[in-house]
């Protein structure tokens, strides 16, 4: 079970500026109801000052307070000063959010950013990380930059998405960076293909790429995939939900599931759907 602070619990049960305004200057959106949460952010601006903010949020006790403290930060800033507002620094201001939930403060912060996106016609600039050469943030729920995940293959020697998140916590919370993670370490990490696997490494690197690889990008078209046996090159798969479904099934088993796991761990592999 979860551990929530006395502030999450404080903004769920009692949440500030619930609702929407008429004739708001700036709305924005983020979340969608298929992946549980979703935030509609409402906004006064009066001589570039937010004067009002109100909020619409359908999901979990979570997202409720994320949203809730989120207008307290906001209201009375410049759009200057609510651009630089983070989604650490909501989290911050409910004492802190496990793991599993700080994609709730990531939609906070995407809803405000697509608020004033909207307001001021211009798009933000990626979010960089202070101090750190101005590196790319990869994950925003932790603040993880792509320094910091080349730091962890270069000089820690990590080599597959666990390996990063064990390090910097990259992909721990709403995991919409693993995909961005695996292309810096196909980028960084020296191909070590040609060493020889034995079956339970293989059986092992087979199932983590299906679980961080190719399984979360199923899930987008709410589908996925569970691995059911290896007998030497050839692997024995299930496709489920949508994909178990899909008339073009057959060209997702081989042009991505096989394409990815001759990329990330043998060749030679060959993948069947039971």
Not at 52 to 61: E, N, R, S, W
Not at 65 to 72: F, M, Y
Not at 121 to 140: I, K, P, Y
Request: hydrophobic share 35%.
């Amino acid at each position: 079970m979860w551990e929530y602070s006395d502030k999450v619990k404080e903004h769920f049960k009692n949440p500030k500026n619930v609702g929407s305004i008429e004739n708001a200057d700036a709305i924005g959106e983020a979340g969608a109801l298929s992946c549980g949460d979703k935030l509609k952010l409402y906004l006064k601006i009066d001589n570039n000052i937010i004067t009002d903010a109100k909020f619409q949020t359908f999901g979990c006790g979570s997202a409720v307070a994320a949203s809730s403290v989120l207008t307290e930060l906001i209201i009375g800033k410049s759009i200057d000063e609510a651009r630089k507002i983070t989604n650490k620094q909501i989290a911050e201001a409910l004492d802190g959010l496990p793991p599993e939930k700080m994609h709730c403060s990531v939609m906070g912060r995407e809803a405000l950013e697509d608020a004033l996106k909207n307001y001021t016609g211009e798009d933000w600039e990626e979010l960089v990380v202070e101090d750190d050469e101005s590196s790319m943030v990869v994950c925003h729920c932790f603040g993880v930059s792509e320094k910091n995940i080349i730091d962890a293959i270069v000089k820690n020697g990590a080599k597959t998405l666990d390996d990063v998140s064990k390090i910097t916590s990259a992909g721990l919370a709403c995991g919409r960076c693993k995909e961005n993670i695996e292309k810096i370490l196909k980028k960084y990490v020296k191909n070590d293909k040609s060493a020889k696997l034995n079956p339970v490494q293989k059986i092992i690197k087979i199932n983590n790429v299906i679980e961080n690889v190719i399984s979360p990008e199923l899930q987008k078209d709410f589908g996925d995939i569970e691995l059911v046996n290896v007998e030497g090159n050839n692997v024995y798969v299930q496709l489920k939900g949508h994909c178990s479904t899909c008339a073009n099934a057959k060209m997702t088993l081989k042009n991505f599931v096989e394409t990815k796991l001759k990329e990330l761990v043998d060749d030679e592999l060959v993948v069947f759907n039971e």
